[in-house]
């Protein structure tokens, strides 16, 4: 089993930053790829961004591209989520998620992931 926490959301005002972390425990980290996903109330879970297990690879859904910035560090089991440019848009709480893979490949659909975190809660006012 690996239990995932997230930290680090909070208000912010438009265009200002946040760093999101994911402390994973309970496994070796570094067999997990891993990725973060966002939800409004009433809207399906949406792909944020994702990061292969040793770091080497990652993805990003076309709404944050040139504004997020998805890493890790692995000797800390540690995923990061550093958030620039903030929108209103981008309020939602977010997820962290792991699967057991240690491929190139940097998956997208949440089915896939089989731990996730609680979430944390992201506001930006405009």
Known sequence: QVQLV??????????GSLRLSCAASGRTFNNLAMAWFRQTPGKEREFVT????????????DSVKGRFTI?????KNTLYLQMNSLK??????YYCAGRI????????????????GQGTQV????
């Open 50 to 61: 994702a990061i292969n297990w040793i770091g080497s690879r990652t993805s990003y859904a």
């Open 71 to 75: 890493s890790r560090d692995n000797a």
């Open 101 to 116: 893979d240690i491929s190139p490949t940097t998956p997208t659909q949440g089915s896939t992931y089989n731990y996730w």
């Open 6 to 15: 997230e930290s680090g959301g909070g208000l912010v005002q438009a265009g």
């Open 88 to 93: 209103p848009d981008d309020t939602a709480v």
């Open 123 to 126: 506001t930006v006012s405009s």
